[in-house]
């Protein structure tokens, strides 16, 4: 069974640039996530989307940050315009669904904005 | 308000020892799901074990164990022999009616040869 895929493994960009990540989830699984981890933290939920509906983005700064997730199946996470603190992994995360279910993470977006 | 505490930031050990990394969840939910991680320093964070709410059962998986205590509100994960393959950051996360997952810092474990 493949994994979640995200791409590109790797942006560096100018501050004030926009970029944008990709994430393909598992087959089948209902449940996206976006997480966001700063070195040396833990990650931070950005958006958790359901089929293509949004469950939360509670945490997502909408000023910046957008997000959508087409068709229910793949995702792509927008910042614009980049801020130095953004600098920071961006994961993305699938489960089956959003209860009991564990998530399965990709091998994550290191951006790094100078 | 959910949350999870991971109060050990890092911790080293020497080959063969056993060490236990603490984990302490709040939610008010009645419902809800435990997670242990692994991130190891490759980035991908690697599912271990999931615990719902009603199972206080612990786990024994080869060198692997975990203690669940609702009285306490921990999970703790226990590491028999570490080897220098388990190096790595360990995550504790827990997921509410809500669904959404919540994450600890993390515990970085280093083990020496």
């Known amino acids: 069974e493949a994994g979640v895929a995200q791409s590109p493994r790797y942006k560096i960009i100018e501050k004030r640039q926009s970029v944008a990540f990709w994430c393909n989830p598992i087959?089948?699984?209902?449940?996206l996530y976006w997480y966001q981890q700063i070195l040396g933290q833990g990650p931070k939920l950005l958006i958790q989307f359901q089929n293509n509906g949004v469950v939360d983005d509670s945490q997502l700064p909408k000023d910046r940050f957008s997000a959508e997730r087409l068709k229910g199946v793949d995702s792509t996470l927008k910042i614009q315009p980049a801020k130095l603190e953004d600098s920071a992994v961006y994961l993305c995360?699938?489960?089956?669904?959003?209860?009991?279910?564990?998530?399965?993470f990709g091998q994550g977006t290191r951006l790094t904005v100078v | 308000a959910q949350k999870v505490t991971q109060a050990q930031t890092e911790i080293s050990v020497v080959e063969k020892e056993d060490v236990t990394l603490d984990c302490v969840y709040e939610?008010?939910?009645?419902?809800?799901?435990l997670f242990w991680y692994k991130q190891p320093p490759s980035g991908e964070l690697v599912f271990l074990i999931r615990r719902n709410s009603f199972d206080e059962q612990n786990e024994i998986s080869g060198r692997y164990s975990w203690n669940f205590q609702k009285s306490t509100s921990s999970f703790n994960f226990t590491i028999t022999a570490s080897q220098v393959v388990d190096s790595a950051v360990y995550f504790c996360a827990l997921r509410g009616s809500q669904g959404n997952l919540i994450f600890g810092k993390g515990t970085k474990l280093s083990v020496k040869p």
């Open positions: 939610t008010r939910d009645t419902t809800y799901y």
């Open positions: 995360a699938s489960s089956l669904w959003a209860r009991g279910t564990e998530a399965f």
């Open positions: 087959s089948g699984h209902a449940t």
